[in-house]
């Protein structure tokens, strides 16, 4: 296929990457990049790149790639609750500050050869070219304006906002600080020396208490100086006494974008102008990058632009869409996060590295058995020691432990409820899964009436595919705390990794396995596929950004 001219409306990571890598796919052709804002008027502060992330740039572009790893800082993880900490030994995110990237991606662009034209705010309409890549972000003026790319925005139900602070955390932070107002929670890391990004979020009703809310979703050309002071005194300890830094820093609600088409005609959608994910998975720079890969090797592959577009969106959807289900679980995971705060801080860091279904408990045992050790000796209340994890097989050793529930420990065998037994669960209440959502509004009065008569307990049940399992354990863990009565979850046998994550970090009791009584037990693969029993266990990657 002949491009003699493209045209890239957005100079951010997708569209500054994806112009030079077509640049050097096809030097004949003209690239233009149009960026409203001009050098050094960009926003925001530190990003993360994961590990495999790396590697896939490492493919692409391996001397862009280098150069960016020169300004990084690699962190490990640790959460703080109370006082109490837990750690988490990994090193494979890094952190670099949004300009520093930018700066990077631009000149390699402009060295290939690419025309980046600043302070030009372009619309498709108005550009005459054989290709226009719209990278022009999450408001996109070129999705919004064309019917036919369709697509939804969906906010979420809490309120964060991005700031920085002139030092550079030895790891990344997650923390809660309870304020006589409500819970604000802090995602922290370092992204150079003497720099780390402080991103905060809360409830609307913490907001609205501690009377910050009157500046909420307004006027985006300043930085909330009210809000900013008031965390500072907040997170006093985190901060080590320094201030916070804003940069159009306001309280927001996360926009999940999903166009229905990423292309039409001669223009497609690339990066959060297509889609977005939840911050607490770290996939937008990744996602708006790999795009660029997928985009120019479709073009690279294909003689006519038709079909070079449906390739890349064919390729590219699957893969976002698995990230998007899963960072959802993750936001709706965050946004609940103070609800968890009495749980002991290894199996809160369980429960968290399980949020969304992508990291099962043996595969973390195995990078942190000190931690996984903790947990479990928390979860059966006896101590089990790293040599003696090692030694055992997890799921058996997580699933052989005695629930101390009266008459129900008579018909269990360890947490497993025997199946095609009426007696095993008499005492509990079955309860139908019939909510769109465990955080929905059907939810919350499925919930107001379950707790009314306070029974023992419950015997979740429902559908056997995954992520109405998940589902379930979600909506379990807000049953178990809302009634404090004991809960059951039915699932297939080939999800106990799920069911074991769910024990481990206090979301049920017990377990029922949908299985013939005499098949053997096995544990789950490591993927996360919503709606596919055919997972692509490369998905798990994902999520590592959160670490």
Same mark, same amino acid.
């Given at each position: +296929?002949?491009?003699?001219?493209?045209?890239?409306?957005?100079?951010?990571?997708?569209?500054?990457?994806?112009?030079?890598?077509?640049?050097?796919?096809? =030097?004949?052709?003209?690239?233009?990049?149009?960026?409203?804002?001009? =050098?050094?008027?960009?926003?925001?502060? *530190?990003?993360?790149?994961?590990?495999?992330?790396?590697?896939?740039?490492?493919?692409?572009?391996?001397?862009?790639?280098?150069?960016?790893?020169?300004?990084?800082?690699?962190?490990?993880?640790?959460?703080?609750?109370?006082?109490?900490?837990?750690?988490?030994?990994?090193?494979?995110?890094?952190?670099?500050?949004?300009?520093?990237?930018?700066?990077?991606?631009?000149?390699?662009?402009?060295?290939?050869?690419?025309?980046?034209?600043?302070?030009?705010? +372009?619309?498709?309409?108005?550009?005459?070219?054989?290709?226009?890549?719209?990278?022009?972000?999450?408001?996109?003026?070129?999705?919004?304006?064309? /019917?036919?790319?369709?697509?939804?925005?969906?906010?979420?139900?809490?309120?964060?906002?991005?700031?920085?602070?002139?030092?550079?955390?030895?790891?990344?932070?997650?923390?809660?600080?309870?304020?006589?107002?409500?819970?604000?929670?802090?995602?922290?890391?370092?992204?150079?020396?003497?720099?780390?990004?402080?991103?905060?979020?809360?409830?609307?009703?913490?907001?609205?208490?501690?009377?910050?809310?009157?500046?909420?979703?307004?006027?985006?050309?300043?930085?909330?100086?009210?809000?900013?002071?008031?965390?500072?005194?907040?997170?006093?300890?985190?901060?080590?006494?320094?201030?916070?830094?804003?940069?159009?820093?306001?309280?927001?609600?996360?926009?999940?974008?999903?166009?229905?088409?990423?292309?039409?005609?001669?223009?497609?959608?690339?990066?959060?102008?297509?889609?977005?994910?939840?911050?607490?998975?770290?996939?937008?720079?990744?996602?708006?990058?790999?795009?660029?890969?997928?985009?120019?090797?479709?073009?690279?592959?294909?003689?006519?632009?038709?079909?070079?577009?449906?390739?890349?969106?064919?390729?590219?959807?699957?893969?976002?869409?698995?990230?998007?289900?899963?960072?959802?679980?993750?936001?709706?995971?965050?946004?609940?996060?103070?609800?968890?705060?009495?749980?002991?801080?290894?199996?809160? +860091?369980?429960?968290? +590295?399980?949020?969304?279904?992508?990291?099962?408990?043996?595969?973390?045992?195995?990078?942190?058995?000190?931690?996984?050790?903790?947990?479990?000796?928390?979860?059966?209340?006896?101590?089990?020691?790293?040599?003696? %994890?090692?030694?055992?097989?997890?799921?058996?050793?997580?699933?052989?432990?005695?629930?101390?529930?009266?008459?129900?420990?008579?018909?269990?065998? *360890?947490?497993?409820?025997?199946?095609?037994? /009426?007696?095993?669960?008499?005492?509990?209440?079955?309860?139908?899964?019939?909510?769109?959502?465990?955080?929905?509004?059907?939810?919350?009065?499925?919930?107001?009436?379950?707790?009314?008569?306070?029974?023992?307990?419950?015997?979740?049940?429902?559908?056997?595919?995954?992520?109405?399992?998940?589902?379930?354990?979600?909506?379990?863990?807000?049953?178990?705390?809302?009634?404090?009565?004991?809960?059951?979850?039915?699932?297939?046998?080939?999800?106990?990794?799920?069911?074991?994550? *769910?024990?481990?970090?206090?979301?049920?009791? %017990?377990?029922?396995?949908?299985?013939?009584?005499?098949? =053997?037990?096995?544990?789950?693969?490591?993927?996360?596929?919503?709606?596919?029993?055919?997972?692509?266990?490369?998905?798990?990657?994902?999520?590592?950004?959160?670490?």
């Amino acid at each position: +296929m002949e491009l003699r001219r493209v045209a890239v409306i957005g100079g951010g990571p997708g569209g500054l990457y994806a112009a030079r890598l077509l640049k050097r796919a096809r =030097p004949s052709c003209q690239v233009v990049v149009y960026e409203q804002s001009r =050098p050094g008027d960009t926003f925001g502060f *530190g990003v993360g790149l994961a590990a495999r992330t790396r590697e896939r740039l490492a493919e692409a572009d391996e001397e862009t790639l280098r150069e960016i790893e020169l300004g990084t800082r690699q962190h490990a993880m640790q959460m703080r609750v109370r006082g109490e900490v837990s750690k988490v030994a990994s090193r494979a995110q890094i952190g670099i500050a949004r300009p520093r990237l930018l700066d990077v991606l631009h000149r390699h662009a402009a060295e290939a050869g690419v025309d980046v034209r600043f302070g030009q705010r +372009m619309a498709a309409s108005e550009i005459d070219a054989d290709l226009i890549i719209a990278a022009d972000g999450v408001s996109s003026a070129t999705r919004i304006n064309e /019917p036919a790319f369709g697509g939804s925005v969906r906010l979420g139900a809490g309120l964060y906002l991005w700031a920085a602070t002139d030092f550079a955390l030895e790891t990344s932070l997650f923390e809660p600080v309870e304020t006589e107002h409500g819970v604000f929670v802090t995602h922290a890391y370092p992204y150079q020396s003497d720099r780390s990004t402080f991103l905060i979020e809360t409830d609307p009703a913490t907001l609205k208490r501690a009377r910050l809310d009157r500046h909420a979703e307004g006027d985006e050309s300043g930085s909330d100086s009210d809000s900013l002071r008031y965390l500072e005194s907040a997170f006093t300890e985190a901060l080590h006494g320094h201030r916070l830094i804003g940069n159009r820093t306001r309280w927001s609600r996360f926009r999940t974008v999903r166009a229905q088409k990423w292309h039409h005609g001669n223009v497609v959608l690339l990066g959060d102008a297509a889609h977005t994910a939840h911050y607490s998975v770290g996939s937008g720079t990744k996602m708006a990058m790999e795009d660029a890969i997928e985009l120019v090797r479709a073009l690279t592959d294909f003689n006519r632009l038709d079909e070079a577009l449906r390739r890349y969106e064919a390729v590219r959807r699957p893969a976002v869409e698995r990230i998007q289900d899963l960072a959802h679980r993750s936001q709706l995971w965050w946004e609940s996060f103070p609800q968890r705060l009495d749980l002991p801080i290894a199996q809160l +860091m369980n429960c968290y +590295m399980s949020r969304a279904g992508n990291v099962p408990p043996a595969r973390f045992a195995r990078s942190n058995p000190d931690v996984m050790s903790t947990a479990l000796s928390d979860y059966a209340g006896r101590r089990i020691s790293v040599a003696e %994890l090692q030694s055992v097989d997890l799921n058996t050793w997580v699933l052989e432990q005695p629930l101390d529930d009266g008459l129900l420990t008579t018909r269990a065998s *360890g947490r497993i409820l025997p199946q095609g037994d /009426p007696e095993a669960h008499k005492e509990l209440t079955i309860v139908e899964q019939c909510v769109e959502g465990p955080w929905s509004s059907e939810a919350d009065d499925l919930l107001e009436d379950l707790s009314k008569n306070r029974p023992q307990g419950f015997l979740l049940v429902g559908p056997a595919d995954r992520p109405a399992v998940l589902d379930r354990l979600d909506f379990g863990e807000r049953l178990r705390k809302r009634t404090g009565g004991l809960v059951a979850l039915s699932l297939p046998e080939a999800l106990e990794d799920d069911a074991v994550a *769910g024990l481990i970090s206090g979301r049920i009791d %017990l377990v029922q396995f949908d299985r013939p009584a005499s098949s =053997p037990r096995h544990t789950n693969v490591e993927a996360f596929a919503p709606g596919s029993a055919n997972a692509n266990a490369s998905v798990a990657n994902a999520a590592a950004a959160a670490i």
